[in-house]
């Protein structure tokens, strides 16, 4: 069974920055995507940033330029986001996600089947 912890969320100024990790195990296939997604009070998860395992990345129009994504490479089990340039508006549940299959990156919380517990940010103005 795939287990993702996350660690790394926090309290920053507007302007700050943080830099999430999230520990995956129990793997029994090498190529798979990973994923952060994130989810405020009273709105929809939306996914925020992925990468597969030939470290094609994808990101939300809104953290393009701020967040980069990115994994450890020698055994892709350690997933990161560092976030720069944080705005009142990222704060949220941030939440990492894995694919059960290879698949290209994509936002779309549908095709990611395990999903850690949450670390939350929060950006104050």
């Known amino acids: 069974q795939v287990q993702l912890v996350e660690s790394g969320g926090g309290s920053v100024q507007a302007g700050g920055s943080l830099r999430l990790s999230c520990a995956a195990s129990?793997?029994?296939?090498?190529?798979?995507?990973m994923g952060w997604f994130r989810q405020a009070p009273g709105k929809e998860r939306e996914g925020v940033a992925t990468?597969?395992?030939?470290?094609?990345?994808?990101y939300a129009d809104s953290v393009k330029g701020r967040f980069t994504i990115s994994q450890d490479n020698a055994k892709k089990t350690t997933l990161y986001l560092q976030m720069n340039s944080l705005k009142p508006e990222d704060t949220a549940m941030y939440i990492c996600?894995?694919?059960?299959?290879?698949?290209?990156?994509?936002?779309?919380?549908?095709?990611?089947?395990?999903w850690g517990q949450g670390t939350q940010v929060t950006v104050s103005s």
């Open positions: 996600a894995s694919s059960a299959h290879n698949l290209r990156p994509t936002l779309d919380a549908d095709y990611f089947r395990y």
């Open positions: 129990g793997y029994t296939y090498s190529s798979y995507c």
């Open positions: 990468i597969d395992s030939r470290g094609r990345t994808s």
